[in-house]
């Protein structure tokens, strides 16, 4: 069973900030928070990871809670192409460790 | 950045026969390459792992005389759909571990008919 707790669909307006939540409550110390997107029909794209302080790319933010039981993704400026499911994935930093995933979020993007 | 280059992206093939994925990574060794199933509008399933020089580890459920996993070096994998039935028409995916996480190939679209 995935690890991980994440609503089932989103909305935001296209120009806003995309704020995609998940639960991660069973972590342990030496998991990470991974986030994933698949726009359709295509593999997944790595987003951001974190482990305990928040983290910024070119992409998007990371929020960890101080306990790490949850997390948030943000987009800053949605656009209509990040319309995608979006998965949260606790796992180990060895690139060996299985990803077990769950539902993910589908979130659309409106003009 | 990493990537993984997978081929075909879709493919279509007689009930019967056998097709051929092919994942290579293209600036990184992979000695690990895990290979996932997805059916329309669920997320992905995870088949089997492969290992370099050593044979794979399939999932529960998984057929591992179905689907043959190759693994003979460091920058290629292949998963084998042997006897294709219209059952297996899915999306195949394979992924890579890397320094930064985990990289995927574009998939590939498996009809059987």
């Known amino acids: 069973d995935a690890k991980t707790t994440q609503p089932t669909s989103m909305d935001c307006a296209e120009g806003r900030a995309a704020n995609l939540p998940c639960n991660h409550s069973?972590?342990?110390?030496?998991?990470?928070v991974y986030w994933y997107r698949q726009i359709h029909s295509q593999g997944p794209q790595y987003i951001i990871h974190?482990?305990?302080?928040?983290e910024t790319n070119e992409m998007a933010s990371l929020i960890i809670t101080e306990d790490r039981k949850s997390s948030t993704l943000i987009l800053p400026h949605a656009t209509l192409r990040d319309t995608a499911v979006y998965y949260c994935?606790?796992?180990?930093?060895?690139?060996?460790?299985?990803?077990?995933w769950g539902a993910g979020t589908k979130l659309i993007i409106k003009p | 950045g990493a990537v993984v280059s997978q081929h075909p992206s879709r493919v279509i093939c007689k009930s019967g026969t056998s097709v051929k994925i092919e994942c290579r990574s293209l600036?990184?060794?992979?000695?690990?390459m895990f290979w996932y199933r997805q059916f329309p509008k669920q997320s992905l399933m995870l088949m089997a792992t492969?290992?370099?020089?050593?044979?794979?580890?399939?999932e529960q459920g998984v057929e591992k005389d179905k689907f043959l996993i190759n693994h003979a070096s460091l920058t290629l994998s292949t998963l084998t759909v042997t006897s294709a039935h219209p059952e297996d028409s899915s999306f195949y995916i394979c992924?890579?571990?890397?320094?930064?996480?985990?990289?995927f190939g574009s998939g590939t679209r498996l009809t059987v008919v």
């Open positions: 992924s890579a571990g890397t320094p930064l996480g985990y990289t």
């Open positions: 600036d990184f060794q992979a000695t690990t």
């Open positions: 492969s290992n370099e020089g050593s044979k794979a580890t399939y």
């Open positions: 994935i606790v796992s180990g930093m060895d690139s060996n460790y299985q990803l077990i």
């Open positions: 974190g482990l305990k302080n928040n």
């Open positions: 069973t972590i342990s110390g030496n998991e990470y």
